[in-house]
């Protein structure tokens, strides 16, 4: 489901972020995903977040269900 430019990952759960430099931020159930023209932010759901620079952002995985099946 998504909301202006929020991304519900209650329902899209297996979210990870890709950064160019190979790290892989994931996301868990009820943490949500904000993508802006120049960042993303993540708000995870424990309080804290994370503003990366989306030219940092090599890609959004939407869907890794596959891998822990």
Known sequence: MKTSNWLNL????WVAV???DGR???LN??????MEV???????KDGIDFIL???QVAQ?????KDRYL
């Open 10 to 13: 209650d329902h899209h759960e």
């Open 18 to 20: 890709d950064m160019i």
């Open 24 to 26: 892989r931020l994931e």
């Open 29 to 34: 159930k009820g943490d949500q995903l904000i």
């Open 38 to 44: 120049d960042s993303i932010t993540i708000k995870r």
């Open 53 to 55: 620079p989306a030219i």
């Open 60 to 64: 959004i995985i939407k869907k890794l």
